[in-house]
């Protein structure tokens, strides 16, 4: 039998007027890999919050190597050998990819001189473990979200934890840093290391998992029972209570379509050379890439964060040079979904309405200007409730949601917003998988009614879902374009070889 390492046993936790857990249990063996699974709302949140010593349990207890143990915070839980990372990034954005690494060790002795050289030196040792060419020294300022992911798990790696949670590893990650990552998770695990691990890429979870314990409203749906013969529908009815719907949408045919967004030798001032890009009206154009790629970037200059330097940018058949993103959003009706939603897409101390409103304020107000909370709800509760956010009321403030929650209101925003041109960054990171359907219905009508969309996505299979044509990226250029046919072996095999052909 194996051994076990940690368990949480009959745990519950109670807010006012939410039931967020009752009478959960979960064991983690040494040398495995356990699933958390469940919808946005499930518990998984709270659960993870308990484990790692941010909450403390109301009913329940927990075990680590089979003593009672009781944390009185994160640093404790720390402490006794129990690593996380988070979903959403906790690195100190001005101290250097080193320094964040070493952020734990270096605290246990504040008046010890900090040695630089050894702190780059370990760090560099862990970066290289994920196949991470980074130097050091670079401040985490100035990386792309991904890299952002792949340090936060180099600084868990290097704390060499009993425990390890990963919450959400792979939502920025490309495929190729997620087969590293696999490959590391593997070795961990083989040499003894019990990890936790959450996704709502539930191929991630078949493959690479050995037990799973999935939440539904707060309950044990299933508890830490072994993934043989367990496949994904299997785990969406164990999710969500019902098989998986999965649409059969017709091809379309965007050709002779007026364009709405056309890019003709663009260069930018961030790096990009000759883009040629076209949007049509009522079409999904997918932009897949590696991360560094340079989609993100060339989203922003589309949307005045970042100069274009030469070409021509076109919105409804005009030329325009968009100077802000204030001008993108409220002169030229641009929306953009930001991967980062933490920093860029939404203001966390805010209320839920007010997120959801606030790319709608100056179309609902009066010629005085005045604006209503009831004229804002009416405009934006269809599509909260359509995304199922789960909120106790609209004045919640939105830091205090969970992360899912969190992006399906930056969504919101701009399906509100009725935009001219919509762009979506990873639109569905963190999302589970019902809603991850209502979003991409909701992409479809929204084309299906004229709005354009430009996708950004790392997950393949939406990326096939979703476009109409997928737009390949590499080192800020343009390397080609694909008809999507629905294919997905087909459509896989044809993106990888046009980002190789080009990087070779």
């Known amino acids: 039998m194996a051994e076990v390492v940690f368990e949480a046993r009959g745990v519950s936790k109670y807010f006012p007027g939410v039931k967020a857990l009752e009478n959960v249990s979960i064991t983690l063996t040494k040398g495995s890999i356990h699933a958390l699974l469940g919808e946005n709302g499930a518990g998984k949140s709270t659960l993870i919050k308990i484990i790692t010593g941010v909450?403390?349990?109301?009913?329940?207890?927990?075990?680590?190597?089979?003593?009672?143990?009781?944390?009185?915070?994160?640093?404790?839980?720390?402490g006794a050998g129990i690593g996380f990372v988070p979903q959403e990034r906790n690195l100190i954005p001005r101290f250097s990819v080193g320094e964040n690494i070493a952020l734990e060790a270096n605290s246990a002795h504040p008046l010890k001189r900090i040695d630089y050289a050894t702190i780059n030196a370990e760090a560099r040792r862990w970066l290289k473990m994920l196949d991470l060419d980074i130097d050091p020294s670079t401040p985490v300022s100035q990386l792309s979200v991904a890299k952002m992911q792949l340090v936060e798990i180099a600084k868990a790696l290097s704390q060499r934890s009993k425990v390890l949670l990963l919450?959400?590893?792979?939502?920025?990650?490309?495929?190729?840093?997620?087969?590293?990552?696999?490959?590391?998770?593997?070795?961990?695990?083989?040499?003894?290391?019990?990890?936790?691990?959450v996704s709502h890429k539930l191929e991630e979870v078949v493959a690479i998992c050995d037990t799973v314990t999935v939440l539904r409203d707060g309950n044990n749906a299933c508890e830490s029972r072994s993934m043989a013969g367990v496949g994904r529908q299997d785990l969406v009815r164990l999710m969500i209570g019902r098989s998986e719907q999965i649409p059969e949408w017709p091809e379309r045919d965007s050709i002779g379509k007026p364009a709405v967004l056309e890019l003709s030798g663009v260069s930018t001032a961030i790096?990009?050379?000759?883009?040629?890009?076209?949007?049509?009206?009522?079409?999904?154009?997918?932009?897949?890439?590696?991360?560094?790629a340079g989609r993100t970037e060339l989203a922003k200059s589309i949307m005045g964060a970042f100069a274009i330097t030469a070409g021509t940018m076109k919105l409804g058949g005009k030329p325009v040079r968009i100077a802000s993103v204030s001008e993108a959003i409220?002169?030229?009706?641009?929306?953009?979904?930001?991967?980062?939603?933490?920093?860029?897409?939404?203001?966390?101390?805010?209320?839920?309405?007010?997120n959801a409103g606030i790319a709608v304020w100056r179309k609902l107000a009066s010629r005085l200007g005045f604006l209503t909370d009831r004229t804002v709800r009416t405009k934006v509760l269809p599509f909260i409730n359509k995304l199922e956010v789960k909120t106790p009321s609209l004045e919640q403030t939105v830091g205090n949601l969970s992360g899912g929650n969190q992006q399906k209101i930056s969504v919101a925003k701009w399906l509100a917003a009725g935009t001219q041109l919509l762009i979506v960054d990873e639109p569905t990171v963190g999302i589970d998988i019902k809603?991850?359907?209502?979003?991409?219905?909701?992409?479809?009508?929204?084309?299906?009614?004229?709005?354009?969309?430009l996708l950004i996505t790392s997950d393949m299979p939406e990326m096939i879902t979703l476009a109409d044509r997928i737009v390949v990226m590499n080192d800020y250029r343009i390397s080609g374009e694909i008809t999507n046919t629905r294919d997905y072996g087909a459509m896989s095999e044809g993106i990888m070889q046009l980002i190789h052909a080009d990087a070779a």
Do not use: C, W
Request: no cysteine; proline share 3%.
């Open 167 to 197: 919450d959400e590893p792979t939502a920025s990650l490309s495929p190729h840093e997620a087969d590293v990552l696999f490959g590391l998770l593997r070795r961990l695990r083989d040499d003894g290391a019990s990890i936790i691990f």
């Open 271 to 292: 790096g990009h050379r000759d883009v040629n890009l076209t949007v049509r009206d009522g079409e999904i154009v997918g932009l897949y890439g590696l991360v560094g």
């Open 55 to 78: 909450y403390r349990p109301d009913g329940g207890e927990l075990f680590l190597d089979g003593k009672n143990v009781r944390f009185s915070g994160a640093r404790d839980a720390m």
């Open 435 to 453: 809603s991850k359907a209502y979003l991409h219905q909701l992409l479809r009508d929204l084309s299906e009614a004229g709005t354009p969309i």
């Open 330 to 354: 409220h002169q030229h009706r641009l929306g953009y979904v930001s991967e980062d939603r933490k920093q860029e897409g939404l203001i966390l101390m805010h209320s839920v309405l007010e």
